[in-house]
């Protein structure tokens, strides 16, 4: 048998999305509320001659296979700190919808990277783990730690947060992505001549986190993107609408979407609400499942025998 390590990873919604003004540097300061949701991708490392990535899943297609894939990154990136050779084989088995406004890159990178900490022996502290992450891009800490977490900064700057209960939603997975700069940009045109205040994360959504409210998270739910995301793409106020119809408590785009997601009162909802999405024509999938969800976890993990 051959050593490899499995990382199951899970996808995110975004239930607070608080965007401010463009920055001197093209990014935007973010309240930035994170719950980890119960789609996962599974990202396998073996020892191999070189670093190479493969790539299965509906969307496999549009993964980068080069060195331009976060997992990639992240085994490489690793690797240089401890001067080593990224030397692995990556299989991605990919279930987050690609440029969903889920996540799904951000996922595969940080579990690249625990899984080659592990195959490699680190034992990386968390805080060194999260230093490189922070590196790869501003979603890939939360990938690391997922349950629940605000982001400040450009994101990545990570306080968890305490969640009391399980909530129940409903994804519907557009045809075709939206690019996450893209959605920037049409924040930045559509808020042009407006003083957009600094981000603030919502005491009240807090509040509903912490103890396990689904109505009150219903209530208190924001994306600042959605405009954004609705001016590019204009058919998914259509879906969103589909979605509240069936009886979602709440409906808002996933990030900078074009992923819609649906908060449901409980499991059966949850699944009435993913039948009915998937009736309407307006999505390509519709996927019910729970938060939190655990961060990037070690699932399978083979030692080599000689
Ligand atoms: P976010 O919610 O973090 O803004 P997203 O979910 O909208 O991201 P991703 O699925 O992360 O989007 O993909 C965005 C782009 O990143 C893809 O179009 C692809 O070119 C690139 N990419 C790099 N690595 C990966 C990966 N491992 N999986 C998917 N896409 C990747």
Known sequence: MSAGVTVRVPAKVNVQLAVGGARPDGYHDLANVFLAVGLYDEVTVTPADSLTISCTGADADQVPLDRGNLAARAAELLAARHGIEPNVHIHIAKDIPVAGGMAGGSADGAGALLACDTLWGLESPQSALLDICA???????FSLVGGAALGTGRGERLTVLPVGGDFHWVFAVAYGGLSTPA?????????????????????QLLEAL??????ALAGSLVNDLQPAALSLRPSLADTLAAGTAAGALAALVSGS???TAFL??????AAGIAEALLASGSCRTARATGAPARGATVIQYSGAVS
Do not use: H, I, M, Q
């Open 135 to 141: 590196e790869l891009g501003s979603d890939v800490p």
């Open 183 to 203: 959605v920037y940009r049409e924040f930045d045109r559509l808020n042009a001549d407006v003083a957009v205040p600094a981000p603030v994360a919502s005491s």
């Open 210 to 215: 912490r103890t396990g409210d689904t109505s």
């Open 257 to 259: 979407g074009p992923t």
């Open 264 to 269: 449901a009162k409980d499991a059966d909802a």
